[in-house]
């Protein structure tokens, strides 16, 4: 059965994203990466991206004849953002919480897991067995 | 792959590499070493066979060839660790057996050693069903994966994790002991079922470029059957899967949408699988007392032998499902029996069995219960509340074809239904 796992962060964590030390970051992108690789390795991983930043977000909407509206950002009411995601495929929804709790403890300032909140959604259409 | 093969030497491979797999597999001792010798011999036979034409004994022909790629694959083994001196001794038996060229080499056994090696106890379900589709269903790693909708390279991890998993476990690759047979047999059949059904109901996707899982599942079941002739329940799983598929052309309508049985228009249903189905699960039954497989098999008999759902013989629906109640008793199987239940006792007497089988915690909550509910409600003429429980219903799914079916039943039912069909 496939999950999306979807990492999501505040405006404050964003904010705060740039008063981290270069080696609290580096330790975080290696953290993420090893943690998708090891995701890879066991044959769960069907895709995984990080986000830009809210910030450079638009919201689009069809117009009248389907013309485009743009608008700058998420709603300004939205308090959490979408940071990242992965979707897994994997044997039991119990795999995928455990999935999603190490992912959740990804370093952040001194080294301490942040925890991220992660959110987890099954993917439609896989078959209920 | 280089060399193209036309279809029928395709074919004739597939049905070959299973068997000559699992002799290569006991010849070594090494699963993974066996399925490289294979795919070395596959290559060879895709070269050679389209100028040369097919050897007469194709499956000699293949275990030959993989005999000597394990033996050269053992002498450069050997090269590197040269104090191991059974090598020497493995490498001259191999040889010995590449050039006896006996076909008597290779035994139903064999496949069966390769079932029991894909589907091992020490793996998941969802490996084992990936590994048991590439080394008996012979299908490629891109094929695997996209029967699954996921990336190739996460396939072929998976099923190198699973192989590693198996080598792990410690357990030499032999035939299990006679005393752990049945229960590693049961094993195989709950993942070529667990196939059946993941080909069966999750029937979305891009179905052109999908393989289709369930032909693969009965496919595999054919190939058990084969090994275990004797075995009553495998024959009860081929039946159960002949008599399910049998209904697949009347499962959806023109539009991909689920056509539940009782809507089904039953001239759709393949009348050879029926035919089949029923003449192997009335052979099985006469051989004394019936497996869960067996069970379900004559339950989906009396569905497909009935030419409406009025004229369904449903008091025996309803006793074979107490009999499959009592041999497993999980309450999904009793969620089907109280729907049985309804047709022979009315929805009334149903849906009180329905909420006595709701205290059971193990079912409690589940959406099946809903839909059961909503069912019986409809039947009962109770609309309202009907609409409600095909709604609460439609939350509970993760698949997509089912949840539109139950949004669909609340909407006919509540008249808001545009497309109106009745």
């Not at chain 1, 290696?30 to 990080?50: I, R």
Request: with cysteine; aromatic share 4%.
């Amino acid at each position: 059965m496939k999950f999306m796992l979807m990492m999501h962060g505040t405006r404050k964590g964003w904010e705060a994203l740039s008063s981290w030390s270069p080696a609290e970051f580096k330790a975080h992108v290696e953290f993420m990466k090893g943690f998708a690789a090891k995701l890879a390795a066991a044959g769960e991983l069907v895709m995984a991206e990080g986000l830009d930043v809210p910030m450079n977000a638009k919201v689009v909407q069809a117009g009248k004849g389907g013309a485009a509206l743009v608008n700058d950002g998420p709603f300004p009411e939205t308090k959490e953002f979408l940071a990242g995601f992965w979707i897994v495929d994997v044997p039991s929804p119990e795999r995928a919480v455990a999935i999603a709790a190490a992912a959740s403890a990804a370093p952040g300032p001194g080294g301490k897991p942040i925890p991220i909140p992660i959110e987890i959604r099954q993917v439609m259409s896989a078959p209920p067995v | 792959m280089a060399a193209s093969g036309s279809p029928e030497f395709e074919e004739l491979l597939r049905d070959h590499a299973p068997r000559v797999l699992g002799a290569l597999a006991r010849r070594c001792g090494d699963f993974s070493a066996a399925e490289d010798a294979l795919q070395e011999a596959l290559l060879a036979a895709h070269v050679e066979w389209p100028a040369a034409g097919a050897p007469a004994n194709p499956g000699g022909w293949l275990y030959r060839v993989g005999c000597r790629r394990l033996a050269d694959a053992q002498e450069s083994e050997s090269a590197r660790k040269r104090r191991e001196s059974h090598v020497g001794e493995a490498r001259a038996e191999a040889r010995a057996a590449a050039d006896s060229g006996e076909d008597a080499l290779m035994e139903h056994d064999d496949t069966l050693l390769l079932f029991f090696t894909c589907c091992h106890p020490a793996l998941t379900a969802h490996s084992a069903t990936a590994l048991t589709l590439r080394a008996l269903g012979g299908l490629t790693t891109a094929e695997i994966a996209r029967a699954f909708l996921v990336p190739e390279a996460t396939m072929a991890q998976r099923i190198s994790r699973a192989k590693q998993t198996i080598v792990d476990s410690g357990r030499s690759l032999a035939l299990p002991a006679e005393s752990e047979r049945a229960s590693r047999l049961e094993s195989v059949m709950q993942i070529l079922y667990l196939m059946f059904n993941e080909g069966h109901l999750g029937s979305s996707g891009p179905s052109l470029v999908r393989v289709e899982l369930s032909s693969e599942a009965i496919r595999l079941a054919r190939l058990l059957r084969a090994a275990q002739p004797a075995d009553a329940e495998v024959a009860g799983l081929l039946a159960l899967m002949l008599l399910s598929d049998a209904r697949r052309p009347a499962r959806t309508g023109p539009d991909g949408e689920l056509v539940p049985l009782h809507e089904q228009d039953r001239a759709r249903w393949d009348r050879a699988a029926i035919a089949e189905g029923t003449q192997l699960i009335s052979t099985a039954l006469e051989r004394g007392a019936a497996g869960i497989y067996q069970l379900q098999a004559a339950i989906a008999a009396l569905h497909d032998e009935a030419p409406s759902v009025a004229e369904t013989d449903w008091p025996r629906v309803l006793a074979l499902y107490r009999l499959l109640e009592r041999a497993t008793g999980n309450p999904m199987v009793s969620l089907n029996r109280i729907a049985a239940q309804a047709m022979v006792d009315g929805p009334t007497k149903a849906l009180e069995a329905l909420a006595e089988l709701e205290r059971d915690a193990r079912i409690a909550g589940h959406f099946r219960i809903a839909v059961v509910r909503a069912h019986l409600l409809e039947l009962a003429g109770e609309r309202e509340r009907a609409i409600r429980e095909y709604r609460q219903a439609a939350n509970g799914t993760a698949n997509l074809p089912e949840r539109s079916y139950l949004i669909t039943k609340a909407a006919r039912l509540e008249g808001t239904d545009t497309a109106g069909s009745a």
